[in-house]
């Protein structure tokens, strides 16, 4: 009989106890396509006394993350436990000796992806990260391996779930930022702390894991710009309606002729994109290639089960190489591209402006605008005679720069009362 593979797990908690049941639940599935059995050897938690909601030999059970991702014996070390350190150094270390890692650590990932790359590469070993974005969604292997034939034009992504549901309920129950952030809270989908995201930096750390496959290229999640959606008002959700459009958190990676755009932030899209439909917790991606044209891929973004769907097929993978004798694949960065300044990134832009009702001010703003090279495409005037009036633009592309210089002369006219809101416009005209 085959020798079963020893798989050693960091972290039982929300993703690792699915990876445990699942191990447990379709042995037979999976030794038929890893070519034999997976054996959990190990699994390590900080607190091995606290009860588990999972079927386990508490035996395999280690208080000491060390110990099991040293164990000389083990093939393949999975790592969910999350943060920086201690897996940093365990996985560096694992991969060096040629022990194949699987890692949900999107953090790790976007901060020491290069190192881990490089440690994976001496030790001849394979690192694979599908679980790290949009959890059950097969983004990573379909850009590291499936859209080889392309060239990766646009990426844009729904790929936080808590805000996409904080959205979502302000969306459909015309609620507020608050009440819907509490409901999200209440039903377990955003933390005591909602800060990471709902200001958008776990976006960002995921899209700089989605630009790195896209373009092979290597990029840090503060290379991306990012912006939260807590200054988001049932105002600004109403106005977008108006317009046709809904509002979403999206994650945008562009090639730009040898440069990037990396950019996270609230986004008005029409209401008949494919993104627009995205509800709730799920998550979406959708890709450009030149070839394929548009994709979209859908689905459960987090949770213990959709997660660990994504992690078991990484076992898999890396099972199937141990039995191949090949050394794993790893998506490695072959170009340098620099992403290009918030300041010269290209959008079409909403603009919310509060005035004071008297004749001449829109032609006094569509004047300033205009000087700045930034062109109206539509505008409707909201309230009554008499009473501050707020004037929604929406532009054709213009330079952020640009636009910026321009609000600052529009916020200085004195019939201007304040700029309420200005969102980025994407899909409705090409970029
Ligand atoms: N949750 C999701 O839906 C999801 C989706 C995609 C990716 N991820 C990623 O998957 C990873 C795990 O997330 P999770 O939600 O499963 O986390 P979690 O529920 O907090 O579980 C973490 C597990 O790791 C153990 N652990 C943490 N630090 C440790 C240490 N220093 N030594 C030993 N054990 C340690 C904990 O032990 P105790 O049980 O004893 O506390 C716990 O079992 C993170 O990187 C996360 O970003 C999660």
Redesign the pocket.
């Given at each position: 009989m085959t020798r079963p593979l020893e798989i050693a797990l960091?972290?039982?908690?929300?993703?690792?106890a699915g990876v445990a049941e699942l191990l447990q639940r379709h042995a037979e599935l999976l030794a038929e396509r890893a070519g034999g059995p997976l054996q959990l050897r190990r699994v390590?938690?900080?607190?091995p006394d606290?009860p588990r909601d999972v079927d386990l030999d508490p035996d395999l059970l280690c208080g000491d993350?060390t110990l099991v991702a040293a164990d000389p014996e083990i093939d393949v070390l999975v790592e969910?436990?999350?943060?920086i350190e201690?897996a940093r150094t365990l996985l560096c270390e694992a991969l060096r000796r040629g022990v194949h890692v699987v890692t949900?650590?999107?953090?790790l990932l976007a901060k020491h992806g290069a190192e881990l790359r490089e440690a994976a590469l001496q030790g001849g070993a394979g690192l694979h990260c599908e679980?790290?974005v949009a959890?059950g969604i097969p983004i990573v292997k379909a850009l590291a391996e499936s859209l080889s034939g392309n060239r990766v034009q646009a990426l844009y992504g729904i790929v936080n779930g808590t805000t996409n549901f904080i959205l979502t309920r302000m969306t459909q129950d015309k609620v507020g930022f608050a009440e819907a952030l509490k409901q999200a809270q209440d039903l377990g989908y955003a933390e005591a702390n909602p800060a990471a995201d709902v200001d958008g930096d776990d976006a960002a750390s995921k899209l700089a894991i989605l630009a790195g496959l896209a373009f092979g290229a290597e990029f840090a999640s503060d290379d991306v710009y990012r912006a939260g959606i807590g200054h988001l008002t049932p105002t600004d959700i109403q106005a977008a309606a108006d317009l046709g459009h809904v509002i979403k958190l999206l994650a945008i990676a562009k090639d730009r002729d040898g440069q990037v755009e990396l950019r996270v932030h609230p986004t008005m899209i029409p209401a008949d994109h494919p993104l627009a439909a995205v509800h709730g917790a799920y998550n979406a991606v959708f890709v450009h290639g030149d070839a394929v044209g548009d994709l979209m891929f859908y689905g459960r973004g987090?949770?213990r089960m959709p997660?660990a769907s994504a992690v078991l097929a990484d076992i898999v993978d890396a099972a199937q190489d141990l039995r191949r004798g090949v050394s794993g694949r790893i998506p490695m960065p072959s170009r340098r591209l620099a992403v290009l300044p918030m300041t010269e990134v290209t959008s079409r832009y909403y603009l919310a402006i509060q005035v004071a009702d008297q004749p001449g001010v829109l032609g006094a703003i569509a004047t300033v605008l205009g000087r700045h090279q930034v062109s109206v495409a539509s505008m409707i005037q909201k309230g009554r005679r008499d009473a501050p009036v707020d004037l929604l633009f929406v532009t054709h592309q213009a330079v952020e720069r640009q636009l910026l210089a321009a609000l600052e002369e529009v916020a200085g006219l004195p019939q201007v009362e304040r700029i309420a809101q200005v969102i980025r416009v994407e899909g409705s005209e090409e970029a």
């Open positions: 960091l972290g039982l908690g929300t993703v690792g390590a938690v900080r607190d606290k993350p969910v436990m999350g943060g201690p949900a650590n999107k953090e679980a790290a959890g987090a949770g997660t």
